[in-house]
């Protein structure tokens, strides 16, 4: 591991323990939530998840908050916690689900339309105009994702076709992106030949048409470039805090 990753894994669990919400553990849990929640529409803005996560308040404003994106920011904070506390287990169907689970406990409005929750879909779901894997197949589809990739050097171009398969896939009802970029992130700190980075809002379009390349073409060279370029974004902000 290089000595970046292994500083930034002991900043995160130092700073979470001592509840420290000035050091790079606040900084990455703001950034990711923000811009994650923002690829899927969030309305909340930067300021607003700094201070949901700082003190579980939100500033006084003119405009409604929504409730979902509330809970979700708050979702996708525990998620990443979870992440942390298990970095050190293999990815397999049971954590991935345990993250959707922590990501959408607190979503009401998930609940009250049915939707599964830290378990895969019951119905079927498209991504725009793209059919993904049916119900009843997902189980099966995320084995062979994860056999696959357990047998994969892991290097940015492994995570960028694991990302595609995974969001082709699709396998829960809602919170797929989230979950996925979550897996990407952790992953990104497991391995040598991987730099963490962030999947940025500013790069939403190049990220939805490198996903786009693969589904139809097979081809990853858009995602794994952008990441990359993520990677590099990521570093220079962490150095801050060094």
């Not at 894997?133 to 994860?146: D, H, R």
Request: proline share 3%; glycine share 4%; charged share 30%.
């Amino acid at each position: 591991m290089s000595e970046f990753k292994k500083w930034l894994i002991d900043r995160f669990i130092i700073e979470r323990k001592k509840f420290d919400r000035s050091g790079v553990y606040a900084y990455t849990q703001r950034v990711m939530a923000y811009n994650s929640n923002k690829i899927e529409g969030s309305t909340l803005t930067p300021e607003q998840t700094a201070s949901l996560f700082d003190n579980g308040t939100l500033p006084r404003s003119d405009d409604y908050y929504r409730a979902k994106d509330v809970e979700e920011m708050n979702g996708h904070f525990l998620m990443f916690n979870y992440m942390l506390d298990t970095l050190e287990e293999d990815l397999s169907q049971e954590l991935i689900k345990q993250f959707h689970y922590e990501l959408k406990s607190g979503v009401f409005e998930d609940r009250a339309n049915g939707y599964a929750i830290g378990d895969y879909k019951q119905r079927p779901n498209m991504v725009g105009m793209y059919k993904t894997v049916l119900p009843k197949n997902v189980a099966e589809e995320m084995e062979k994702l994860l056999a696959w990739y357990a047998a994969q050097p892991k290097n940015m171009e492994t995570l960028a076709k694991f990302h595609a398969r995974y969001e082709s896939i699709h396998p829960f009802q809602d919170g797929n992106g989230r979950t996925g970029r979550m897996i990407l992130f952790r992953e990104s700190l497991k391995y040598e030949e991987v730099d963490p980075f962030i999947i940025l809002d500013d790069d939403r379009t190049v990220y939805i048409e490198a996903l786009k390349e693969f589904r139809e073409n097979g081809t990853v060279s858009q995602l794994t470039e952008l990441l990359q370029k993520e990677a590099e974004i990521y570093y220079k902000q962490c150095e801050y805090f060094m």
